[in-house]
Structures are given as C-alpha cells and as structure tokens.
C-alpha cells in the first residue's frame, strides 16, 4: 500500500513562493503520476496538475501555468509542488495524490495528509 | 473545461437510509468517474473508480452507476461512519474536474 507523506505547515506573504513535497514508500512510484489537488477553506476540490516521475512530463491546466513547477526526484521518491505569486487566494489545503490508472481511467487512490499553506501580510 | 453538478448540494439522512447522490457532467465522459468520501479535516478517499467500481477495502454498501453525462453514487444502507462529504471527479479529460461536493448529516 503505497503511503505518501507531505511536508509541514507554511505561512508565506503575498508574492513569494511556497514548495511542498511529497514522500511516497510502500509502493510504486515513478510509473504512477503524482497529481496534485487543493482545497480552499470551507470549498471543494480543484485538481493542479500531475507529474509522471519516470518521464518528467507535467500536465496542469492553464490557469497554474505560469505559476507552479511539478518536479520529482526518483532516487529519494519524492515529488515537489511549487506554487510562486502567492495571493491570498492561495491559502488553502494542498494534497498530493497518487493517479491509478485501471480500465484506462485515472484515479487518485492514495492521498497524503494535506499541506496548510496560508498566505497573509 | 468539462464542468461538474452534484445534488443535491446537501442531504439529512437517518443510520439505515438509503442515500442516493447525482452527477452530471456537462459534456459526455463515458465511464470516466470516480467517487470520493472526505471527512472533516482529513484526506479525500476514493470509494467507486470507473464509475461502478468498488475500491479495495470500501464496503459493499457503496456502488455507482450511470454513464456519459449522469452517473449516480448510492449507499445502500446508511452507517454513522458515513457521514461525510462526497465528491465525484471525471478524468475523461484534463484538467481533472471535481464536482462541489455533497454534504450527508445527521437528520
């Protein structure tokens, strides 16, 4: 059963960067993407974007593209999320997640723990 | 972006009810969906993938169904431990998109 554990808490002010990680044991990870989904307070789920460890390729909507970078390093198994710009709006609740993939679709089967980052002046 | 509608937004259910959650999407996605559960201040957990599949370790009292654009989660009788929010999400097509959500309490 793969277990993915995600850094700690952050407080940042507007306009800097936060980078959160992910540490995946018990399990397969470079084959599998490691996606990305955050939610705000008191709202529901908004996917980020994914990485694909073993090839390096990102997919993540328009709306992140010029402000997050999805990395992963395969020798400690563990992926990065960085979110630059940071606004208020950016406050929120941000979870890595393993995508399955059976019958062809993708599905987010293990999840960390959820990484608070709050952004205020 | 394919948009995603649940309801009701919000149900009072009774231990032993049969409960019954939609979702619609707003172009067609096959079976591409899946279900989750997230408990206040925890992780989402995936109950139903491919829009009828059960997940290991979920109990039977879960299924989905539907296909294309309406698929529907039921929970056939139920337990205090299931009250909770539930969210379906397509992956027919990134972006990935979740549905609002539907909250389940304690009528």
């Known amino acids: 059963q793969l277990r993915l554990v995600q850094s700690g808490a952050e407080v940042k002010k507007p306009g800097s960067s936060v980078k959160v990680s992910c540490t995946a044991s018990?399990?397969?990870?470079?084959?599998?993407?490691i996606n990305w989904v955050r939610q705000a307070p008191g709202h529901g789920l908004e996917w980020m974007g994914g990485?694909?460890?073993?090839?390096?390729?990102?997919n993540f909507p328009q709306k992140f593209q010029d402000r997050v970078t999805m990395t992963a390093d395969e020798s400690t198994t563990t992926a990065y999320m960085e979110l630059s710009s940071l606004r208020s709006e950016d406050t929120a609740v941000y979870y890595c997640?393993?995508?399955?993939?059976?019958?062809?679709?993708?599905?987010?089967?293990?999840w960390g723990q959820g990484t608070l980052v709050t952004v205020s002046s | 972006d394919i948009q995603m509608t649940q309801s009701p937004s919000s149900l009072s259910a009774s231990v032993g009810d049969r409960v019954t959650i939609t979702c619609r999407a707003s172009?067609?996605?096959?079976?591409?969906l899946n279900w989750y559960q997230q408990k206040s201040g925890k992780a989402p957990n995936l109950l139903i993938y491919a829009a009828s599949s059960l997940q290991t370790g979920v109990p039977s009292r879960f299924s989905g169904s539907g296909s294309g654009t309406e698929f529907t989660l039921t929970i056939s009788s139920l337990q205090p431990e299931d009250f909770a929010t539930y969210y379906c999400q397509q992956s027919s097509t990134t972006p990935f998109t979740f549905g609002p959500g539907t909250k389940v309490h304690v009528k």
């Open positions: 997640a393993r995508g399955k993939t059976i019958f062809g679709v993708v599905h987010l089967d293990s």
């Open positions: 018990g399990g397969t990870f470079s084959s599998d993407a």
């Open positions: 172009q067609t996605i096959g079976g591409y």
């Open positions: 990485i694909i460890p073993v090839f390096g390729r990102v």
